[in-house]
T-cell receptor, first 115, second 114 residues
Framework: GAVVSQHPSWVICKSGTSVKIECRSL??????MFWYRQFPKQSLMLMAT?????????EQGVEKDKFLINHASLTLSTLTVTSAHPEDSSFYIC???????????FGPGTRLLVL | QKEVEQNSGPLSVPEGAIASLNCTYS??????FFWYRQYSGKSPELIMF????GDKEDGRFTAQLNKASQYVSLLIRDSQPSDSATYLC??????????????FGAGTQVVVTP
């Protein structure tokens, strides 16, 4: 149980385009989902937290207009990187937490390369 | 500033030996503690969690928690080359953070040598 999927696993795009990443909880209802970014050889960095049906809460320094998060259902959250630039190239990972649980389960991650 | 500190390593461990990883945290109100394993190029996967002082065992892994000293540790017995990874310590903030955000340490890289 507690499986989280992400799609796509890899994406290459041109600078200036937008990219949408999906995060799904497959066998539980995720009341809260988290989006992280990780650069090579660096720690996980929390970008934002989203509760189903509510606006996301962004960490300091993360541009909410650039990283659009939608948590429309208890099993799906999306992250859209708008007008992506090469510096946005990174490993984006989501995690999900069920109601009443403190444990976060991570998706497999999405590698974004912006050319 | 809530902090979670880990030695970055690498921690080199002979195959079959015990790997001992330590983690300290600054928020005395922290309630729950997690260990994740992250292989190179992959996302973190949960190893175990611990809420109460003392030891918790799960297979070859033992988590130890001492809230008075604000540290949590992970022991890996009979270390195998497949245990070579970065181990992340994560701390759930005090109950005032109802969103359930975790504070992550930078991770300890473990290298198990045959």
């Amino acid at each position: 149980g507690a499986v989280v999927s992400q799609h796509p696993s890899w994406v290459i795009c041109k600078s200036g385009t937008s990219v949408k990443i999906e995060c799904r909880s497959l066998d539980f209802q995720a009341t809260t989902m988290f989006w992280y970014r990780q650069f090579p050889k660096q720690s996980l960095m929390l970008m934002a937290t989203s509760n189903e049906g509510s606006k996301a809460t962004y960490e300091q320094g993360v541009e909410k207009d650039k990283f659009l998060i939608n948590h429309a259902s208890l099993t799906l959250s999306t992250l859209t990187v708008t007008s992506a630039h090469p510096e946005d190239s990174s490993f984006y990972i989501c995690s999900a937490r069920a109601r009443g649980s403190e444990t976060q389960y991570f998706g497999p991650g999405t590698r974004l390369l912006v050319l | 500033q809530k902090e979670v500190e880990q030695n970055s390593g690498p921690l080199s461990v002979p195959e079959g030996a015990i790997a001992s990883l330590n983690c300290t945290y600054s928020d005395r109100g922290s309630q729950s503690f997690f260990w994740y394993r992250q292989y190179s190029g992959k996302s973190p996967e949960l190893i175990m969690f611990i809420y109460s002082n003392g030891d918790k065992e799960d297979g070859r892994f033992t988590a130890q928690l001492n809230k008075a000293s604000q540290y949590v540790s992970l022991l890996i017995r009979d270390s195998q080359p497949s245990d070579s990874a970065t181990y992340l310590c994560a701390v759930l903030a005090a109950p005032t953070d109802s969103w359930g955000k975790l504070q992550f340490g930078a991770g300890t890289q473990v290298v198990v040598t045959p």
